[in-house]
């Protein structure tokens, strides 16, 4: 596993090369948050996950296979990285923040539009949460 690269892969710079070509600027991988997302845009209290649909468990038929041996540990594995996103998305909510979640499987070429529409939704949508 220490091949598996963490940041900088071909999804994330997918997302990036979108969000980027809508006009935004963000940082990367913010430390101080939940989680650490993937893109963050402090301004606009907005955060973007680009998970991998074979670690996060994802619905699509990447993200249901399982390695054939040691099925128990990787069951294990699995559930805890599920329980894990579903704590930092929770966390950063409660902090206020708004978070998109843009599984492996929509980076795709045939799929990219969609994409693009999803993201430009995301980012330019207010907050609905009133305060007080």
Same mark, same amino acid.
């Given at each position: 596993?220490?091949?598996?690269?963490?940041?900088?892969?071909?999804? &994330?710079?997918?997302?990036? /090369?979108? =969000?980027?070509?809508?006009?935004?600027?963000?940082?990367?991988?913010?430390?101080?948050?939940? !989680?650490?997302?993937?893109?963050?845009?402090?301004?606009?209290?907005?955060?973007?996950?680009?998970? !991998?649909?074979?670690?996060?468990?994802?619905?699509? &038929?990447? !993200?249901?296979?399982?390695?054939?041996? /040691?099925? &128990?540990?990787? &069951?294990?594995?699995?559930?805890?990285? =599920?329980?894990?996103?579903?704590?930092n998305l929770r966390k950063l909510r409660r902090?206020?923040?708004?978070?998109?979640?843009?599984?492996?499987?929509?980076?795709?070429? /045939?799929? /990219?539009?969609?994409?693009?529409?999803?993201?430009?939704?995301?980012?330019?949508?207010?907050?609905?949460?009133?305060?007080?």
């Amino acid at each position: 596993m220490r091949c598996v690269k963490s940041g900088d892969t071909t999804p &994330e710079m997918v997302v990036r /090369r979108l =969000v980027h070509g809508m006009g935004y600027r963000y940082r990367l991988q913010c430390r101080e948050l939940p !989680g650490q997302p993937d893109l963050v845009l402090p301004r606009l209290k907005k955060a973007i996950f680009v998970h !991998g649909c074979f670690w996060h468990r994802h619905a699509c &038929e990447a !993200g249901q296979s399982t390695p054939a041996s /040691r099925v &128990e540990y990787w &069951e294990a594995k699995f559930a805890r990285n =599920v329980l894990r996103d579903r704590r930092n998305l929770r966390k950063l909510r409660r902090l206020g923040w708004s978070v998109l979640v843009v599984w492996e499987c929509q980076t795709r070429v /045939r799929r /990219r539009e969609s994409l693009r529409r999803r993201l430009e939704r995301f980012l330019t949508a207010t907050c609905s949460l009133k305060k007080g």
